[in-house]
Each structure stands twice: as structure tokens, then as C-alpha cells.
């Protein structure tokens, strides 16, 4: 199994940037997939959530309105789409996927998530 992230860069606050996490060996529609992101000296957090069969999606509140998660089974792809970055949104950026469908009390814990893809870096900075 593996997940490919990619779409990270240097971006001036305002600017908007697509993250891409391409999966092999397992279907990302088969359970819960995430973004997280970790800033240095932070703890990771999840960023946003999509579950597998409603699509229901979840934001943390520092987002919502701005960032939109997204998946396409035919590719075996999820996406996040940023605009409105600001400086606070710098950190490293992570996919995750779960083997199951995560309830709400669990789905924003990292421990939960089978499968993660390498970091992608967003830095916004003018």
C-alpha cells in the first residue's frame, strides 16, 4: 500500500494550492481519508476529513470555508484544495486513510489511520 502525496510549494498569503494523495494497492473509498498537517514544534492535527460511503466531509474550524477535501474513486485519488492561505497554514502536510469508516470521536485521532502518505510541504510566506 501507497500514498502518494504531492502539490505542496511556496505560496503568498491569499494564494490557493491543490494537494493530491494518488493510492496503490488500496481503495481510498473503502474507508475514511484524511489530511493532516503538522507544523514544527505542533502536534499533528486533522485538517479535514472525507468518510467513505456518505462523503460527509469535516473541516477543523481554522478552515472551513477555505480549504475543500475531495475524492475521485476512478483515479484512487483525494484531493485538498486550498485558497485563502495565510502564514498560519505553513506546515507540513499529510494524507492518511483508514482501512474503516472512523466515527466522529475517532476520526480526528491519527492513531486511527492505517495508511499515510510522505509530507508534503506548504509554506506561505511573502
Known amino acids: 500500500v501507497q500514498l502518494q502525496a504531492s502539490g505542496g510549494g511556496l505560496v503568498q498569503p491569499g494564494g490557493s494550492l491543490r494537494l493530491s494523495c494518488a493510492a496503490s494497492?488500496?481503495?481510498?473509498?473503502?474507508?475514511?481519508t484524511a489530511w493532516f498537517r503538522q507544523a514544527p514544534g505542533k502536534e499533528r492535527e486533522a485538517v479535514s476529513i472525507i468518510r467513505p460511503y456518505s462523503g460527509t466531509k469535516y473541516y477543523t474550524e481554522s478552515v472551513k470555508g477555505r480549504f475543500t477535501i475531495s475524492r475521485d474513486n476512478a483515479k484512487n485519488t483525494a484531493y485538498l484544495q486550498m485558497n485563502s492561505l495565510k502564514p498560519e497554514d505553513t506546515a507540513a502536510y499529510y494524507c492518511?486513510?483508514?482501512?474503516?469508516?472512523?466515527?466522529?470521536?475517532?476520526?480526528?485521532?491519527?492513531?486511527?489511520?492505517?495508511?499515510w502518505g510522505q509530507g508534503t510541504q506548504v509554506t506561505v510566506s511573502s
Open positions: 492518511a486513510a483508514s482501512r474503516r469508516s472512523l466515527i466522529m470521536s475517532t476520526q480526528f485521532n491519527p492513531t486511527n489511520y492505517d495508511y
Open positions: 494497492g488500496f481503495t481510498l473509498s473503502s474507508g475514511s
